[in-house]
């Protein structure tokens, strides 16, 4: 069965340093999201991204914040410089984007630790 | 915000019917409903969705109500894998892009 696959499963990093996360959707889904949970808390909606350009975003997608599906497969999420509030498990989910049919299929996450 | 209300949390004996109920009262007509479940700090898992009738796949029955105001996600069978955080969600009938918002959800614990 597709899934969408995700690296790196964990990485730690110093604050201020930049962080790319990686995912590669389902393979003939068109439309792309980034999400985020930090422990204990609600899964919040970061961005999505559809004919490679962001359709929208929430107002935690700041400009330390950028997305980008650089080879028509990889989806990709890029924090310039990190925060210490920045650490969360992130998540990438792909849908058709079908009408009534547009389930999100997620990936198993990246958990991202800031020191 | 989430548009809809679940119970915080319920437990199931392992084997027995699961029933998790969701109200959205403000629902749409052209607002289908879909669940989710996590289990531990995985992603999000598609359980199923509906807009009027009655479904049923492989995983859980979901049973809408007449006036679509309240619904009921129901495991036939429920397993200690079973285990995880509910959400329900709504969304409209729409093509494209959508931004599922995630509310608590029910943390349905099974019981052994």
């Known amino acids: 069965e597709p899934e969408v696959t995700q690296t790196p499963s964990h990485q730690v990093t110093q604050m201020g340093q930049e962080v790319i996360l990686r995912c590669v959707p389902i393979?003939?889904?068109?439309?792309f999201y980034w999400y985020r949970q930090i422990l204990g808390q609600k899964v919040e909606f970061l961005v999505s991204f559809y004919n490679n350009e962001i359709s929208e975003k929430s107002e935690i997608f700041d400009d330390q914040f950028s997305v980008e599906r650089p080879d028509g497969s990889n989806f990709t999420l890029k924090i310039r410089s990190t925060k210490l509030e920045d650490s969360a498990m992130y998540f990438c989910?792909?849908?058709?984007?079908?009408?009534?049919?547009?389930?999100?299929?997620f990936g198993e996450g990246s958990r991202l630790t800031v020191l | 915000d989430a548009k809809t209300t679940q119970p915080t949390s319920m437990d199931c004996a392992e084997g027995r019917a699961a029933n998790l109920p969701c109200n959205h009262s403000?629902?749409?007509?052209?607002?289908?409903v879909y669940w989710y479940r996590q289990i531990h700090s995985q992603g999000p898992q598609y359980i199923i969705h509906?807009?009027?009738n009655n479904e049923t796949n492989e995983m859980a029955s979901l049973i809408i109500t007449e006036d679509r105001k309240s619904s009921t996600l129901i495991l036939p069978h429920a397993t200690l894998r079973d285990t995880a955080v509910y959400y329900c969600i709504v969304r409209p009938a729409t093509s494209g892009t959508y931004k599922y918002i995630f509310g608590t959800g029910t943390r349905l614990k099974v019981l052994a």
């Open positions: 509906g807009l009027k």
């Open positions: 989910a792909s849908s058709n984007g079908g009408e009534g049919t547009g389930e999100l299929f």
């Open positions: 403000t629902i749409s007509g052209n607002e289908y």
């Open positions: 393979s003939n889904h068109l439309y």
